[in-house]
């Protein structure tokens, strides 16, 4: 979950100096998160202007800012054994847009010795302005096209909307938190297997859009195998559960198991 709902794309620049072999600096300017460059102050007619969206006109996206900032700085040990990476993402006004996510978080590596391994992550998202599922006012706004996202202008796959504290509002600032590692052992060359405890909380049911705020818990079992430097495998078993509401098997259940297995060609 930490992976299917953070940030991924990026348009912009980013600069990398090496201060010393222990300290990186980055520091990069784009125009948001999942947006296009060309999507930069277009506008588009506002049919219902309301207290969300009061002009005649709104942003076709509003996440589409620039600049928009990324900065980060790794710490690295002597002995290389240990990183710690801090890193702030897409960071602007946080409005409403598809995926302007303002993503603030960190990774730690470490290296035990030469078979055993630990990464971790976590982070938090944010957004604001984000119309309130709670709301009658509303979602009577999006349903009638005063907000960019109404299905008049994106008839699938919108931006979700959010669960938000105080039901008379009629948006608010959503949040998601996320936690992660990897233990892995590498008995040899061609083998790892990897333990992943996972914590995801989604307060608003904003990022997973499932329907209903709540808290998961995951914890994973996978297995690593490389045939050849050119084929690989991985096949893992997971087991989830969340704690409020039953957002798995179609609402049905609270906890699920799943085996998943890819297989990459490297060239």
């Known amino acids: 979950m930490t992976y299917t709902y953070d940030n991924y794309t990026n348009t912009g620049l980013l600069t990398t100096l090496a201060l010393t072999k222990n300290v990186i600096l980055q520091l990069g300017i784009d125009d948001g998160t999942e947006t296009p460059l060309w999507n930069h102050g277009v506008t588009i007619a506002n049919p219902m202007p309301n207290p969300l969206y009061p002009g005649n006109t709104f942003l076709k996206d509003p996440g589409n800012q620039i600049p928009s900032i990324a900065a980060c700085i790794r710490l690295t040990s002597d002995s290389g054994n240990d990183s710690f990476y801090p890193c702030i993402d897409g960071i602007n006004n946080g409005a409403w847009g598809y995926n302007n996510l303002q993503w603030k978080g960190f990774t730690y590596y470490h290296k035990f010795n030469e078979h055993w391994h630990l990464a971790f992550e976590a982070y938090w998202l944010s957004e604001n302005g984000v ?137």
């Open 131 to 267: 119309p309130n599922l709670r709301n009658p006012n509303a979602q009577a706004i999006v349903a009638g096209g005063g907000t960019p996202f109404s299905p008049q202008y994106v008839a699938f796959n919108p931006p979700n909307q959010a669960y938000c504290p105080d039901v008379n509002a009629l948006s608010c600032t959503a949040n998601a938190y996320s936690a992660l590692a990897y233990l892995n052992y590498s008995p040899d060359k061609l083998n790892n297997f990897s333990f992943r405890p996972e914590f995801y909380s989604d307060p608003n049911g904003w990022r997973t859009g499932a329907g209903v705020p709540t808290n998961y818990l995951a914890a994973t079992l996978g297995w690593q195998h490389w045939f050849s430097p050119q084929f690989q495998i991985r096949p893992e078993i997971s087991y989830w559960y969340a704690d409020g509401g039953t957002p798995f098997n179609g609402g049905t259940k609270r906890d699920m198991f799943m085996f998943a297995m890819d297989a990459t060609i490297h060239f």
